[in-house]
């Protein structure tokens, strides 16, 4: 298994870019999740998914879609990238009805000039 | 809303020396999970605990779950290098979304 997998590792954009960071996970996990980290902010929630066809906001939507059309991927789209937004990205995902621990991707360090 | 709080935000301490670190939830959790992550990696778990109590011990870390289940602590014995990372808290949302609120993290440093 390959775990939870993210793409890119590192990015570079522009003010008022868009981009798509792609998440995608090979455990059958029905749950998923994008956080971003900041520091001393800890991990943040942008948008979950508890299953195909089912996503909803976490703490820090705004300025972030996701989608999710099959069990295996969970893009994250920056419709126009602001400063703001450069932080660590992590992809998660775990099962939807166990109470058990959550995987998480090697992250895509964004950047926004 | 929910929120889960987690100090001291950074620990600096020589080799060898004892560490904690401690998590406090604005409500009751049913459980709670532990993460650690090195610098320039990801979260990865390391224990949950669900009972009210509860006590787990890995190798030299020990975790604990409060009584009332709204705080816990993770606690190091004789630290070494390999300790160095940013530890998390996390507990299920209490609107039973699934979702996961974790705290701010605790950074240890250790001097060798």
């Known amino acids: 298994n390959a775990g939870v997998t993210q793409t890119p590792k590192f990015q570079v954009l522009k003010t008022g870019q868009s981009m798509t960071l792609q998440c995608a996970q090979d455990?059958?996990?029905?749950?998923m999740s994008w956080y971003r980290q900041d520091p001393g902010m800890g991990l943040r929630l942008i948008h979950y998914?508890?299953?195909?066809?089912?996503?909803d906001q976490g703490e820090v939507p705004n300025g972030y879609n996701v989608s999710r059309s099959t069990t295996e991927d969970f893009p994250l789209r920056l419709l126009s990238a602001a400063p703001s937004q450069t932080s660590v990205y992590f992809c998660?995902?775990?099962?939807?009805?166990?109470?058990?621990?959550?995987?998480f991707g090697p992250g895509t360090r964004l950047t926004v000039t | 809303g929910q929120q889960v709080m987690q100090i001291p935000q950074y620990q600096h301490v020589q080799e060898g020396e004892d560490f904690t670190t401690y998590c406090n939830s604005s409500?009751?959790?049913?459980?709670i999970q532990w993460y650690k992550q090195r610098p320039g990696g990801h979260p990865v778990f390391l224990i949950q605990?669900?009972?009210?109590?509860e006590v787990k011990k890995q190798k030299r870390l020990t975790f604990q779950f409060g009584e009332a289940k709204k705080n816990s602590s993770l606690h190091i014995t004789a630290t070494q290098t390999t300790d160095v990372g940013t530890y998390f808290c996390?507990?299920?949302?209490?609107?039973?979304?699934?979702?996961?609120?974790f705290g701010q993290g605790t950074t240890l440093q250790v001097k060798p």
């Open positions: 998914s508890v299953g195909a066809g089912i996503t």
């Open positions: 409500t009751t959790l049913s459980n």
């Open positions: 605990l669900v009972k009210s109590g």
């Open positions: 996390a507990g299920p949302d209490s609107g039973n979304t699934g979702k996961l609120i």
């Open positions: 998660a995902s775990r099962y939807r009805d166990r109470v058990v621990e959550q995987y």
């Open positions: 455990m059958n996990h029905e749950y």
